[in-house]
């Protein structure tokens, strides 16, 4: 995939998910530099995301990003989506790929009924759901690349140091609004599967023969 493909897939699934009335805010993609040389997708306010890497509670973590607007998309339920991807001379460097949910709440399971009138509601009222961060990592610096314990490209659930499932290679971002939409808002992913945009286009592999002898996530054929 190139810069401008991958700034695409953004827009489309941005313009899907407002069209659907599943976010109702979000920012578009800010660039800096040159696509044929050093190049970084992201957002305007993509300074106050730095919050997410201090050792602080996911509340605080959450808040800030909020309070800062660093997202891309922020979802109904007051989840944040966010993208960042750096490429030199047109070839994919680095990503982070970041699902960061709503701590509190308590305003759609506290009055169940208001939000159980349109179904898209139904997998974010529960009240055992535990609100965690998702985030795919990718980079292709082999000095911080370690077989099994490493990979170029992998997933962290929470805030886990060490929890780094591989990945079979970089995810574009409508595969990661696939994931995030097929495996948190099912209900609404079901209802709208036909308007939510797909996409054929997909980074170069880089799981090794190790990484795919334990537990890995497939993103394609």
Do not use: W
């Not at 009335?21 to 993509?46: D, K, R, W, Y």
């Not at 800030?64 to 070839?91: H, P, T, V, W």
């Not at 209802?191 to 980074?203: A, C, E, G, V």
């Amino acid at each position: 995939m190139t810069p401008q493909q991958t700034i695409t897939q953004i827009i489309k699934l941005t313009e899907a998910l407002v069209g659907l009335s599943l976010s109702n805010e979000q920012n578009f993609p800010a660039t800096h530099g040159n696509s044929n040389a050093a190049f970084e997708i992201t957002v305007s306010t993509a300074a106050g995301m730095s919050v997410a890497l201090k050792n602080v509670a996911y509340r605080d973590i959450y808040s800030e990003l909020e309070r800062a607007r660093c997202f891309n998309i922020k979802m109904l339920d007051g989840a944040l989506i966010s993208f960042r991807y750096r490429f030199q001379s047109r070839d994919l460097t680095e990503h982070s790929l970041c699902y960061y949910p709503s701590p509190d709440l308590e305003h759609f399971q506290n009055e169940p009924e208001l939000y159980l009138q349109d179904d898209i509601y139904a997998d974010v009222i529960a009240r055992n759901i535990v609100p965690f961060p998702v985030r795919f990592d990718y980079s292709n610096d082999a000095n911080k690349f370690v077989d099994t314990h490493h990979p170029y490209s992998h997933l962290t659930l929470g805030q886990y140091k060490n929890c780094r499932i591989p990945v079979c290679s970089p995810l574009g971002p409508l595969a990661f609004g696939g994931f995030i939409l097929r495996n948190f808002y099912n209900t609404a992913f079901q209802k709208y599967s036909n308007q939510i945009p797909q996409t054929s286009l997909y980074f170069a592999k880089t799981i090794t023969i190790n990484e795919q002898k334990i537990p890995h996530i497939v993103c394609r054929i």
